[in-house]
């Protein structure tokens, strides 16, 4: 396994040259269909980090790749430098942080909120709206229910948490009359 920061490099790298040539929309839907490809094709990326098989022959398996699911030029090279480097096993691990740095850049701030109960589309985007108004910027909200809330939302942004459930509530009370 590669360290973050070294997938975390190759991220940057992605990033910093799609929006300078101003090719990140077209960057970042080809990096979301290779990733879903290679997920739902593991055996690419096996041939691919596979050191019995020729480089030659690797380069010709993603030339046909391409050529099947066209890219953007900037992408097409960047899998070249996967691929030259020996790091298509973690073409998951860097699209996933190229993804959080974009949103970093653009000034979207993500946020996670546990609830008690599945929220619909409509209050989880209400709730979104909400967040975003509150601290100024906007939000990628990621909405977990936790069957052990009696209700409300712990909301945390990036390491500060937000504790609005009603069993945080309760334990406040319950210290208040202990203490009178």
Same mark, same amino acid.
């Given at each position: @396994?590669?360290?973050?920061?070294?997938?975390?490099?190759?991220?940057?790298?992605? +990033?910093?040259?799609?929006?300078? %040539?101003?090719?990140?929309?077209?960057?970042?839907?080809? &990096? @979301?269909?290779?990733?879903?490809? /290679?997920?739902?094709? !593991?055996?690419?990326?096996?041939?691919?980090?596979?050191?019995?098989?020729?480089?030659?022959?690797?380069?010709?398996?993603?030339?046909?790749?391409?050529? @099947?699911?066209?890219?953007?030029? %900037?992408?097409?090279? /960047? @899998?070249?430098?996967?691929?030259?480097? =020996?790091? /298509?096993?973690?073409?998951?691990?860097?699209?996933?942080?190229?993804?959080?740095?974009?949103?970093?850049? =653009?000034?979207?701030?993500?946020?996670?909120? %546990?609830?008690?109960?599945?929220?619909?589309?409509?209050?989880?985007?209400?709730?979104?709206?909400?967040?975003?108004?509150?601290?100024?910027?906007? +939000?990628?909200?990621?909405?977990? !229910?936790?069957?052990?809330?009696?209700? $409300?939302?712990? &909301?945390? &942004?990036?390491? %500060? +948490?937000?504790? $609005?459930?009603?069993?945080?509530?309760?334990?406040?009370?319950?210290?208040?009359?202990?203490?009178?």
């Amino acid at each position: @396994m590669i360290p973050s920061s070294l997938y975390a490099s190759y991220s940057r790298a992605i +990033v910093d040259v799609a929006l300078e %040539t101003a090719s990140e929309p077209a960057v970042t839907k080809d &990096l @979301m269909v290779y990733r879903q490809i /290679f997920l739902e094709v !593991p055996e690419v990326v096996a041939a691919l980090q596979n050191p019995a098989i020729p480089k030659s022959a690797k380069e010709r398996v993603l030339s046909a790749l391409m050529e @099947m699911y066209p890219v953007a030029a %900037t992408t097409g090279n /960047f @899998m070249r430098v996967l691929l030259d480097h =020996n790091r /298509f096993a973690y073409f998951g691990e860097i699209v996933d942080c190229y993804l959080r740095i974009l949103d970093e850049r =653009n000034g979207i701030v993500p946020a996670l909120a %546990t609830v008690a109960s599945p929220l619909t589309e409509a209050q989880a985007e209400g709730l979104r709206k909400d967040i975003s108004g509150a601290i100024g910027h906007e +939000v990628k909200l990621e909405v977990r !229910p936790d069957p052990g809330l009696i209700g $409300g939302v712990v &909301l945390q &942004l990036g390491s %500060t +948490v937000y504790d $609005g459930s009603v069993r945080k509530h309760l334990e406040n009370i319950r210290q208040r009359l202990i203490s009178c």
